[in-house]
């Protein structure tokens, strides 16, 4: 157990509709990063936060949406969903922003299927 | 831009068995590089890390990778493969200095199998 949770663990939805992924990161981490991973993309970074602060943008798309908020959990926002947004959207937690001794601990996964 | 690429996309290997993962990478500036374990259904997790101190590096279960600079490379073994071994690998790149951002790059990911 790695101390990261993630909610809920699956999610079913059609195309066009919204949902929301919420992460709670380990005691005493600040950062927040999303990765999702699906079969033709590999695991790609989208988002990190630090503090309550965006601090990097991967190949997010402006459909996708994340906030950290002052109790440090964080969500991520899918709207207009597509079939190809289906994937395992894992979150991420480590100390600091990017210090050399930060290790990111991934949460177990939160598997979306669009229909 | 950083990157890393897993040779081999699937590896087998007997029980008992050397496991070599190979791992190389492409950085403009000296690389954090990290090795992940996924079971099925489950999150990644830290295997072993190398952030410019000793260029071996020990991780959990008995796995260890070399740092090799000259070959860009951060291959990750283990002298005897076990059943419980079996899983799906990633390698993983992160820059420091200016970027001052946490987030990895991945590769493509190694299933490893173990056959009895």
Not at chain 1, 30 to 48: A, K, T
Not at chain 1, 50 to 69: D, T
Request: with cysteine; glycine share 8%.
């Amino acid at each position: 157990d790695s101390g990261v949770t993630q909610t809920p663990k699956h999610l079913i939805t059609a195309t066009g509709q919204r949902v929301t992924l919420r992460c709670s990161p380990r005691s005493g981490d600040l950062s927040v990063y999303w990765y999702q991973q699906s079969l033709d993309q590999g695991l790609q970074f989208l988002i990190q936060y630090y503090n309550g602060e965006e601090r990097a943008k991967g190949n997010i798309l402006e459909r996708f949406s994340a906030q950290q908020f002052p109790d440090l959990h964080s969500e991520l926002n899918l709207s207009s969903l597509e079939l190809g947004d289906s994937a395992l959207y894992f979150c991420a937690s480590s100390e600091g922003p990017a210090r050399a001794t930060d290790t990111q601990y991934f949460g177990p996964g939160t598997r979306l299927t669009v229909l | 831009a950083q990157s890393v690429t897993q040779l081999g996309s699937h590896v087998s290997v007997s029980e008992g068995a050397l496991v070599l993962l190979r791992c190389n990478y492409s950085s403009s500036v000296p690389p954090y590089l990290f090795w992940y374990v996924q079971y099925p259904n489950q999150g990644l997790q830290l295997l072993l890390k190398y952030t410019s101190a000793a260029t071996l590096v020990k991780g959990i279960n008995g796995f260890e990778a070399e740092f090799k600079k000259s070959e860009t490379s951060f291959h990750l073994t283990k002298p005897s493969a076990h059943m419980s071994d079996a899983a799906e690998y990633f390698c993983a790149v992160r820059g420091h200095g200016s970027s001052n951002t946490g987030k990895l790059i991945f590769g493509q990911g190694t299933t490893l199998q173990v056959k009895p």
